[in-house]
């Protein structure tokens, strides 16, 4: 059965930064992209980011860009989301999903991250 | 940066009715095109993918077509566990980049 699990969320001041952690089980953790997906408060769901299987290409949603970092550490079979200079409109859920065919196969979830002072 | 435009935004039907959901694109897309529902308070859940492919465990009342420009999620015989959000996602052929709807919600009449 594939298994997801976030963790790191939390509440965090404007300007700060946080470290999403995403542990996956069930699959063969380095044959498959994997992505994180958020969702703001009663808003919809939007695509941040997502990694090769081996970590060597990575793609960011434009208003993320240059203040998070997805990484994979494959021996760990683990997924993680670096944010920096987080502001209130980084306040999400944070998915961490498994990338299949062009879309989100699995979903974990979630994880909270609130900025606010 | 292809946008998608989901209509309506909302649906107000009654169980046993078919529905009918729009998925537009601002430029082609080719079949790179998802569905999922979304419930309160849960994750969302992978419909169809590559605009007409069932994801496993998919009832068969749920049915996805289009191509290019245009996607339909039709449900064929509404059951009441089927009243929720839907989004469509699209993946753009090069670099990569993925994007959602805003949703539809399909709504008790």
């Known amino acids: 059965e594939v298994q997801l699990v976030e963790s790191g969320g939390g509440l965090v001041q404007p300007g700060g930064s946080l470290r999403l952690s995403c542990a996956a089980s069930?699959?063969?953790?380095?044959?498959?992209?994997m992505s994180w997906v958020r969702q703001a408060p009663g808003k919809g769901l939007e695509w941040v980011a997502h990694?090769?299987?081996?970590?060597?290409?990575?793609f960011y949603v434009d208003s993320v860009k240059g203040r998070f970092t997805i990484s994979r550490d494959n021996a760990k079979n683990s997924l993680y989301l670096q944010m920096n200079s987080l502001t209130a409109e980084d306040t999400a859920v944070y998915y961490c999903?498994?990338?299949?065919?062009?879309?989100?196969?699995?979903w974990g979830q979630g994880s909270l991250v609130t900025v606010s002072s | 940066e292809i946008v998608l435009t989901q209509s309506p935004a909302t649906l107000s039907l009654s169980p046993g009715e078919r529905a009918t959901l729009s998925c537009r694109a601002s430029?082609?897309?080719?079949?790179?095109l998802a569905w999922y529902q979304q419930k309160p308070g849960q994750a969302p859940r992978l419909l169809i993918y590559?605009?007409?492919n069932r994801a496993p465990g998919i009832p068969a009342r749920f049915s996805g077509s289009g191509s290019g420009t245009d996607f339909t999620l039709t449900i064929s015989s509404l059951e009441p566990e089927d009243f929720a959000v839907y989004y469509c996602?699209?993946?753009?052929?090069?670099?990569?980049?993925?994007?959602f709807g805003q949703g539809t919600k399909v709504e008790v009449k």
């Open positions: 999903t498994k990338v299949g065919r062009s879309s989100v196969d699995y």
């Open positions: 069930g699959f063969t953790f380095s044959t498959y992209w």
């Open positions: 990694i090769k299987e081996d970590g060597s290409e990575k």
């Open positions: 430029q082609s897309i080719s079949s790179y």
């Open positions: 590559e605009a007409s």
């Open positions: 996602q699209q993946r753009n052929i090069w670099p990569p980049l993925w994007a």
